[in-house]
């Protein structure tokens, strides 16, 4: 990179014309660090350095025997920035400007060019002097019950006070907060421009006095208090030959009048999220919620909403509603590579978003992965690894469905009801297969716009894995015939969840905040009850069968509790930690079944560690045979107690990177996982309070996200720094980083076929946490 920056820079300056330069540095100097980045701004981005890589392209392009093209330009990367005083003027007036805004009304501001051969380095240099800070504010609101209205909110909003510094963006806020306030007290012809601000700046100690005035409208005394009177919603296609004939119109109570000409649509599932009411007080907040529940229900493309005058003081409030196509189908499919293991996963989703009139939404998603492992012997088929099918049906209902009325009205988070049943059939080379069959009914809600409920009271399933006979027979002569018969049966399950979130909101913005969330599931709670008044039938183990097959018993705990710092501009610190345990009892004391047990390692945990290749606790694969290492793979590393923690530093690199943001992060993590009890497949994984201090694993590296605004591409690369599958000093692998060569040999003796690898590579959409 280093050389393309010094190859970029030289190239582009032997292109130049006589007399022109490439301008290579900006900088201003002598203001508040905390007004940089906005001062910045004010410097056109014709004469800021250019992007190195976006250049290089333009030169690769549109060089032409030692020149730059003069016609036939192609339009690709970026053109050289070149110097140009004027413009530098300019800069030096918007930034002293800028200044005098933030209260710096005696600032200076001069430049510097400093050319070097055919490069240009441009130095602003700010003198700011005292700020002005405000003596009196006076308030001029021409109607009285508007003075009343802002004496009594002010205090919730209003920064504009005697001895502050003077700021414009601060009246700015103040217009917007006080155009705000008067829409949500039903004045709905208020306007921004009935607020002017008067500032006189002549006083001396760098004093100024402020005046701001409201205004009545034109030729009026007073501003008018609207009320709603009546609700007019059309729906319609946006292509004439969709709609039908003849609309379909209802009346609803409240002055409510619905004309649906698609003939598809419920009235009283739309009507519930209009939240301005016959005789309600005009309110922008409504109208905004309004439109933010109507396109939550993810069924209309385009949400219009108007008003019209019946008379002086009342509002008709008409919505136009236009909806997405009511079916559509997706088909995404994915390579996959790591370790000597490839494979590709392929899905297909059908969506319908109107099912039965009232906004509920059908998916039926179909997934089938496959991996193949070239370690294997034989052609293509005979190398399969491991193959995963998997058949989900969801139906969402907009609204809370109980046996007894819920009074919910959807003004913090859209409701909704779920219904979901799964199916997954897995199959893993010579070694495991498992079915699986689920139901579910779940309810999302939120308190507040910012606390999210998520409860699942039914959650019913099936549950048949199988192991290989002769890996299973193998597994028994070796001393782990516990779990062989933890995982060689059918089991069902009975039970509950709980999800509660705090936050989830604010997890895209730039902004000081504590993230949380906790999870409880819980099984066979009931059936445990059931058991002591009912004779269920016992097997060989012990264990109480419903439907001719053990049911689960567990208890399993989650909680992810995050604080996010922000640091101006993109610089964000994200400090995270996440501990769980899962407690199996009573009718299934022996072992948690794999699904509901935690996992090391992963692009969204620590990422020095490939998923499910750390712990549980000191476990070193080389205790078991090659073919037990290799057959084992993704069944050995479980465990039911999870420590996870990471420290995150985020900032912008590059604004414009082929059209996207480059952001950066360095991070670490910390972790690992252990089994509640000692377990004979797993030496050392067992969780000890003397010990687990020096179980945890240690992780470090750097990152890339690729920010196109609607997601964001990520890559990272985790160095492993301590590995708990070692022992003392040896744990501190990042000592080995450079003689890695020899220790990877060592570990390919002990540990073949696993190979080593000191740094794991995470390519991933979105951001880990």
């Not at 820079?9 to 290579?24: N, P, W």
């Not at 109507?294 to 949400?303: A, I, K, P, Q, T």
């Not at 414009?656 to 996982?673: H, P, Q, S, V």
Request: hydrophobic letters at 35%.
């Amino acid at each position: 990179m280093l050389l393309l920056v010094l190859f970029t820079s030289c190239r582009s300056t032997g292109l130049l014309e006589e007399g022109q330069a490439l301008v290579t540095k900006t900088k201003i100097e002598g203001i508040d660090p905390k007004f940089e980045e906005q001062a910045d701004a004010y410097i056109p981005l014709d004469i800021r350095p250019n992007s190195r890589i976006n250049l290089f392209i333009y030169n690769l392009a549109n060089a032409r025997n030692g020149r730059y093209r003069t016609v036939d330009i192609r339009n690709v990367g970026e053109p050289p920035h070149i110097l140009d005083s004027a413009l530098v003027d300019f800069s030096t007036q918007q930034i002293n400007r800028y200044l005098a805004s933030k209260g710096y009304f005696n600032a200076e501001v001069t430049n510097q060019i400093i050319l070097k051969g055919k490069r240009a380095h441009l130095y602003f240099h700010a003198v700011p002097g005292e700020p002005f800070t405000l003596r009196h504010v006076d308030m001029d609101i021409a109607d009285p019950r508007l003075a009343r209205l802002y004496d009594e909110q002010k205090d919730g909003f209003s920064k504009i006070k005697p001895g502050v510094r003077y700021d414009a963006d601060s009246l700015v806020a103040e217009r917007e907060h006080i155009y705000h306030l008067m829409r949500q007290h039903g004045y709905y012809d208020y306007l921004r421009q009935y607020m002017r601000v008067d500032v006189d700046s002549s006083l001396h100690s760098n004093q100024a006095d402020l005046r701001l005035v409201v205004d009545n409208p034109e030729g009026k005394a007073a501003h008018t208090k609207f009320t709603i009177d009546s609700s007019f919603v059309v729906i319609r296609h946006d292509r004439a030959g969709l709609n039908q004939p003849e609309p379909k119109e209802t009346e609803l109570p409240g002055n409510l009048y619905f004309e649906d000409r698609t003939g598809r649509f419920l009235s009283p599932a739309i009507a519930r999220y209009l939240f301005h009411r016959h005789g309600d007080r005009y309110n922008v907040d409504m109208e905004n919620l309004t439109y933010d529940r109507l396109y939550e229900l993810n069924g209309f493309r385009s949400v219009k909403i108007s008003y019209s005058k019946p008379d002086s003081n009342t509002l008709n409030a008409h919505y136009e509603l236009i909806p997405r196509p009511y079916m559509g189908n997706q088909i995404e499919g994915e390579y996959t590579f790591n370790a000597g293991m490839s494979g590709f996963n392929i899905g297909n989703t059908f969506t319908h978003r109107n099912l039965f009139g009232g906004m509920e939404q059908l998916e039926i998603k179909l997934r089938y992965g496959v991996l193949f492992d070239s370690r294997l012997p034989g052609n293509l088929f005979n190398r399969v690894f491991n193959n995963d099918f998997q058949v989900g049906v969801n139906v969402t209902v907009p609204r809370l469905i109980t046996p007894f009325r819920v009074s919910h009205t959807g003004k913090n988070g859209l409701p909704r009801t779920i219904f979901s049943t799964n199916i997954q059939a897995f199959d893993q080379y010579r070694t495991y297969s498992n079915r699986y069959f689920s139901n579910m009914v779940s309810y999302n809600w939120f308190d507040t716009r910012y606390k999210q409920h998520n409860l699942t009271p039914l959650v019913l399933e099936y549950r048949y894995g199988q192991l290989n006979s002769e890996f299973a027979q193998r597994l028994i002569d070796q001393g782990f015939l516990l779990y062989v018969r933890s995982n060689n049966r059918a089991y069902f399950g009975l039970g509950s969840q709980y999800a509660y979130t705090v936050n989830a909101l604010r997890l895209t913005r730039l902004e000081d905040f504590l993230y949380f969330r906790g999870a409880l599931d819980l099984s066979g709670n009931l059936l445990g009850l059931a058991s002591e008044v009912i004779n269920f039938k016992q097997n060989e183990d012990g264990e109480k069968e419903v439907l001719g097959v053990p049911y689960l018993q567990y208890a399993k705990a989650e909680t992810d509790l995050r604080y996010y710092k922000y640091f101006g501009g993109d610089r964000q610190l994200v400090l995270r930690l996440n501990p769980g345990v899962a407690i199996p009892y009573g009718n299934n004391s022996s072992l948690l079944i794999f699904e509901k047990s935690f996992f090391g390692g992963g692009m969204n945990g620590i990422r020095a560690w490939q998923a499910r290749t750390l712990g549980p606790g000191n476990y070193n694969r080389e205790v078991l045979d090659p073919d037990l290492r290799l057959n084992f793979r993704n069944l050995d590393q479980l465990g039911e107690i999870k420590l996870e923690g990471n420290a995150e530093y985020r900032f912008k690199v590059m604004n414009d990177l082929l059209g996207a943001k480059l952001k950066g992060a360095a991070f670490a993590d910390f972790g690992n996982i252990w089994r509640i009890r000692e377990n004979a497949l797993n030496p050392g994984g067992e969780f000890r309070f003397d010990k687990f201090l020096g179980q945890i694993a240690i992780g470090a590296g750097a990152g890339l996200r690729f920010d196109l605004d609607y997601f964001v591409i990520r890559f990272d690369a985790g160095i492993k720094i301590r590995d708990p599958q070692f022992s003392g000093a040896k744990q501190w692998v990042i000592s080995e980083l450079f003689n890695s060569r020899a220790f990877k040999a060592q570990y390919r003796v002990t540990n073949a076929p696993d190979r080593y690898n000191f740094v794991q590579y995470n390519f991933g959409i979105g951001m880990p946490f």
